[in-house]
C-alpha cells in the first residue's frame, strides 16, 4: 500500500510506501536498547546495532558503549573488517557490565565467550534471525551440510555461521546471492555433499536465491531448502517491485551499509533509471525533479521516520523554490 504524501499547491505527487522505515526487528532491537540505557547500568554492544548512522549516534549518545573486536580472539571476530578498525572498545573480564546482542544477532562463541567474563547477556536478536539460528542448529545436529546464502560480510550472516562448530568436517558453505558470484564455486564446493540444509539471509532478494536452489536441487540428493526472507523483506520487495512503475522518480533512503536498503535500489533501478539511493535529505538534487508529476519513496529497514520526514520536507521545499 502506497500513502500519498500531501505536496502543498505543488503538481508533484509525494507517494510513501507504507512499509517505509523501521521494521518490527529493529524497533524491538531500539527499544531494549533505550530501556538498558536508562537503567543506569554499564552497557556494552557489540558492533552496531543497526546500520544507520543516526541511529548509532543515538545509541551512543544514550550512553551505551560499543565494543568492535573480542579480545584476542580472531576465530570469533563479529565482523571480519574489525582488525582494520580502530579498536576503541575490547571485551574483557566484567565488574557487574551488560552486553546487549544487536538485532543481527551473534555466534555462540561470542556469547560464551561473553558469559565466561561475567557478563549479563540482553539478546535483542530479531525474532526472525533468531529463528534461523534454531534451524541451522536443528539440522547440524541431524547431520545435514548447512549452506547459506548471504552477503559474507554483513553481520547477520556471520551470526548465522557462528551458529554450529565451524571445523574443517562440518564447515558451513556460504553462497553470494549473486549468481554471476557463486557460480564459479558452486558445483565444485558441493561435490561430495549428500544432503544439506540452505537457509537464506532474512533481507535477500526471492528470486536471486531460487536460481540457486535450482542448482543445488541438481545436485544434492536430499536438499532441505527454508525459506527464512522475513515478512518484513518480503512487503518491502513487493511494494518496491511496483511504485518504481507508478512514478516518474524514486528515491530510496537508508545507509551505504544497509543490506535490505542496497536490495530495494537495486530492484527500483532495474525497473525505473531515474531511482536514486540517498541516505538523507542532503542527498538530494533539484534537477531530478525536472518534468516529474509524481514521485515514490521508500526507505529501509532501519531508516527512521525523522529521516524520512525531512527527504519529504525537503522535497516540498526544492518544488516550492522550483515553482516560485
Known amino acids: 500500500m502506497i500513502t500519498q504524501v500531501p505536496a502543498l499547491c505543488s503538481p508533484i505527487k509525494i507517494n510513501l510506501a507504507k512499509s517505509a522505515g523501521f521494521c518490527f526487528g529493529v524497533q524491538r532491537a531500539l527499544d531494549i536498547a533505550f530501556k538498558l540505557?536508562?537503567?543506569g547500568k554499564t552497557v556494552y554492544m557489540l558492533g552496531d546495532i543497526v546500520h544507520n548512522e543516526d541511529v548509532v549516534k543515538q545509541i551512543e549518545n544514550a550512553g551505551i558503549k560499543k565494543i568492535k573486536q573480542t579480545r584476542r580472539s580472531k576465530a570469533i571476530l563479529f565482523n571480519p573488517e574489525a582488525d582494520s578498525r580502530k579498536i576503541s572498545e575490547k571485551l574483557v573480564p566484567s565488574n557487574n557490565k551488560t552486553l546487549l546482542i544487536r538485532?543481527?544477532?551473534a555466534g555462540l562463541a561470542i556469547i560464551k565467550k561473553a558469559r565466561g567474563l561475567d557478563y549479563k547477556i540482553i539478546d535483542a536478536t530479531c525474532p526472525m534471525v533468531k529463528e534461523i539460528h534454531r534451524i541451522v542448529r536443528h539440522m547440524d545436529k541431524k547431520g545435514y551440510q548447512i549452506i547459506v546464502i548471504g552477503d559474507k560480510k554483513h553481520d547477520e550472516v556471520q551470526g548465522i555461521i557462528g551458529q554450529v562448530n565451524q571445523n574443517h568436517q562440518t564447515k558451513t558453505i556460504l553462497f553470494d546471492p549473486d549468481l554471476s558470484?557463486?557460480?564459479k564455486s558452486l558445483v565444485k564446493t558441493?561435490?561430495?555433499?549428500?544432503?544439506?540444509?540452505?537457509v537464506v539471509q532474512s533481507t535477500q532478494e526471492l528470486g536471486k536465491v531460487l536460481e540457486i536452489i535450482k542448482i543445488l536441487k541438481t545436485h544434492i540428493a536430499d536438499l532441505k531448502f527454508f525459506n527464512t526472507i522475513c515478512k518484513p523483506t518480503r512487503i518491502k520487495q513487493e511494494e518496491i517491485k511496483k511504485m518504481p512503475l507508478e512514478n516518474d522518480i524514486m528515491l530510496i533512503i537508508?545507509?551505504?551499509n544497509s543490506a535490505n536498503t542496497k536490495r530495494l535500489y537495486e530492484i527500483?533501478?532495474?525497473?525505473?533509471?531515474?531511482?536514486y539511493w540517498i541516505n538523507s535529505k542532503t542527498e538530494i538534487r533539484q534537477d531530478w525533479f525536472k518534468n516529474a508529476k509524481?514521485?515514490?519513496i521508500h526507505a529501509g529497514a532501519s531508516t527512521p521516520k525523522t529521516t524520512i520526514k525531512e527527504v519529504i520536507e525537503k522535497i516540498r521545499h526544492l518544488i516550492k523554490r522550483k515553482d516560485a
Open 37 to 39: 540505557a536508562n537503567s
Open 103 to 105: 538485532a543481527h544477532g
Open 181 to 183: 558470484k557463486a557460480r
Open 190 to 198: 558441493i561435490t561430495a555433499v549428500k544432503k544439506a540444509c540452505v
Open 254 to 256: 537508508g545507509s551505504k
Open 268 to 275: 527500483s533501478k532495474s525497473k525505473n533509471k531515474k531511482s
Open 294 to 296: 509524481n514521485v515514490g
